[in-house]
Each structure stands twice: as C-alpha cells, then as structure tokens.
C-alpha cells in the first residue's frame, strides 16, 4: 500500500530582494541542501522550510535609464514540493506479471513510460540547481538602450502625417473609463436580463424614460433661451438719455440751482431727475429723443405715479417750454412731486402732500 502524500508545502514569506551573489550563495546551500536529503531521505534532512524565500533578483548589472533595475523572481516551490516527497522512501517497483504482456500493454507502456522515482527527481534538482549557478557566475549582458529604434520612432513622427498628433488629455482620458465603465454596465445587465427577462423590458422602458425627460428638459430650456431673445438687451442708456445722469445728480444740480434763486433752472433739474430716476426703474426704455409728453403717454392710466408726473410735467412746460416766471414756490412744489416720485410714492400721497402744502401757506 502506497504511504500518504503529503501535502505541499507553501512559502508564507515575501520574496527577498537579493544580489547576484546573494542568489549564487542560495543557489549553493540550496545544492547542499539536496544532497543531504538524498542521502538521509528524513524528515529533519528534508526539510521543505529549510528553502527560505524566493529571491528577486537583477536581470542586468547595470541599471537602465528607461527602465531602472529590472529584476526577476526565481520561485523554489518546486523544490519545497520535491523535499515534502522525498521524506518518504522510493515505493518498492511493481511485481512482473507472470504473464507476458499482450501487444496493446507493450504499446501502452511505450506511449506512457513510468514515472521518474524520487531519487531521480533529486538528481534532477542537483542538475538544475547546478546549471542555475554556472548561470549565475555569468555576468548578465547589459540592458539594450534601443537608441536605433528610438530614432527610427522619431524620424517616422516627424513626417507631415503626424505633425498634429497630440498626447491623449486628461479629459479625453476620463470620457474613455466613462465610455468603458458604461460598455461594462450594459454588458452586465444583458447578461443579468439573459437569466431575468422582467429587467431587460425594465432596462427598455427606464432608457425611454430617461430619453424623454431629456428630451422635454431640452425643450424647456430652447424655449426659455427663445423667451430671453426676445428682451432686448440692457446695454445701458444712450448717451443723451436722461438715465444716463443719475438722478441723484439731477438732484443735487436743482438744489443748487434753488440756492442761487434760479427757479427756472432748479425746476428744470427737479423734472428730469424724475424722469431719470422713473426710467432706471425701467419704466420705459431709455429715448434721447422723447418729449415730456411723450413720456407721460408711456405711463399706464392706473399707474399711480402717472398723476404726480402729469403735475409736474404741466408745471415743467410752462415755465420751461411757456416762459412763465418761477418762484420758490412753484419749485418747492416741483421738488415735493418730484420726491414723492423717486420715493415711490403714489399720486394720492402725491395730492394730499400738495394739499397740505396749500392750506398751510394760506
């Protein structure tokens, strides 16, 4: 009866970074190592763990400027293997059958030799690790620079062809994992709808979904955009305009005008400090060519401001436009209406301001 096999043997440590002589010295105590077991044929002798870790070790003995330090990773696993085999002793050969073999087991066993017996994998493992050290002892030939193909490359990416090829962007770069993630997503979900066909109808009718509302937000927004082109844009007051002045400014030239007795003048200036003020509140757009009147026709019927500036504009023609003679009162009039205009205020506060101004210069 054949022993147990017994079970493989794994390294739980990390590969160690080792030099060249560092890995010529492994390789070396690695052969005593199996020697040893090939005699003994124990368990101390054969002691898988006694390997050590796998060496990771330098391809070339200089370093690469392209690359840096390439290194390759030389696994004893196989060996760890060879040793848990070799604590066992050689299973005896199988008995001759007293028969003679037929023609069909003799063509057979040629096709399929017998396996190779432990003692002869450990003659193996000694040539292998023995080739393994007279590689080693070789030095390693330097990594190729490449330069030939590098200017090859270059000379081929100057042509004309390729004068304006440009590295990927970032952005480009992102909307490509986006492109992949989803390609990923929908090849899922076929496979998922492929075992469930209630999601692939689902996945069907939430794209529809999803297309409509795109479509009906789009829409929205071409018809707000179309909404906004038909406002016509606020670039300012022309020049002429009488929001071009601030109307804080109109103000301060009619009191500075009432000061000096110029009534006429500081009327003047109290009306079109209205109309500025009335016209920054976009009332009407701005016009240089607008007439007084023609201001107060732009005013509704019901707009409670549209009786003040009647008044005042009444008031403004005849002493402007009609040469009637101005004094302080008509002026503090002007400046009354005026106030309650640029305030906000409507026409019956407007009326009962001027009443009571009445009454109390009787």
């Given at each position: ?8 043997p794994t ?12 890995y010529?010295?492994?390789?070396q105590s ?15 002798t ?23 330090t ?5 696994r ?6 060879l040793?848990?085999q070799a ?8 008995a ?25 994998l ?14 080693a ?15 090859a490359?270059k000379?081929?990416l100057?042509?004309r062809?390729f004068?304006?090829?440009e590295?990927t962007s970032?952005?480009?770069t ?7 993630w ?5 090849e899922?979900a076929?496979?998922?709808s492929?075992?469930a ?10 794209f529809?979904?999803?297309?409509c ?5 789009g829409l ?11 406002v ?16 804080q ?13 110029l ?9 079109w ?7 920054s509140k ?8 607008r007439t007084?009147r023609e201001?107060?026709a732009?005013?509704?019927?019901d ?7 009647a008044?005042l504009t009444?008031?403004?023609e005849r ?7 101005a004094?302080?009162?008509d ?7 005026a106030s ?15 009443k ?7």
């Amino acid at each position: 009866m054949a022993a147990p096999t017994a079970p493989t043997p794994t390294s739980t440590s990390k590969p160690r970074d080792a030099s060249l002589d560092d890995y010529r010295a492994h390789l070396q105590s690695l052969t005593a190592l199996v020697q040893a077991c090939a005699k003994a044929r124990d368990v101390k002798t054969c002691d898988p763990t006694a390997v050590g870790p796998d060496d990771e070790v330098p391809v070339a003995s200089q370093p690469s400027v392209q690359t840096g330090t390439a290194k390759r990773l030389v696994r004893y696993g196989w060996l760890r293997v060879l040793l848990s085999q070799a604590q066992d002793k050689d299973a005896a050969p199988p008995a001759k059958p007293k028969t003679a073999p037929t023609s069909e087991q003799r063509a057979w066993a040629d096709v399929r030799p017998a396996p190779p017996t432990t003692t002869q994998l450990l003659e193996s493992a000694q040539k292998r690790l023995a080739a393994d050290i007279a590689q080693a002892a070789t030095p390693a030939p330097p990594l190729p620079d490449h330069a030939q193909q590098r200017a090859a490359m270059k000379q081929v990416l100057a042509e004309r062809e390729f004068a304006d090829l440009e590295e990927t962007s970032a952005k480009e770069t992102a909307f490509e994992k986006v492109g992949n993630w989803l390609n990923h997503l929908i090849e899922s979900a076929l496979k998922a709808s492929a075992r469930a066909p209630w999601l692939g109808r689902a996945l069907v009718w939430g794209f529809i979904v999803v297309v409509c509302v795109g479509l009906i937000w789009g829409l929205l927004q071409l018809e707000r955009r179309w909404r906004i082109r038909l406002v016509p844009e606020d670039r300012g007051p022309a020049p002429g305009a009488a929001s071009a002045i601030p109307w804080q400014l109109w103000m301060e030239d009619a009191r500075r005008a009432a000061a000096a007795g110029l009534w006429r003048e500081a009327i003047h200036f109290m009306y079109w400090a209205s109309i500025s003020r009335l016209e920054s509140k976009r009332l009407w757009p701005a016009d240089r060519a607008r007439t007084p009147r023609e201001y107060l026709a732009l005013v509704a019927d019901d707009d409670p401001r549209r009786a003040g500036l009647a008044t005042l504009t009444g008031s403004f023609e005849r002493v402007w436009y009609g040469g009637r003679p101005a004094g302080e009162s008509d002026y503090l009039k002007a400046e009354q209406i005026a106030s309650a205009l640029i305030s906000g205020i409507g026409a019956a506060s407007t009326e009962v301001s001027l009443k009571s101004g009445r009454s109390v210069a009787q």
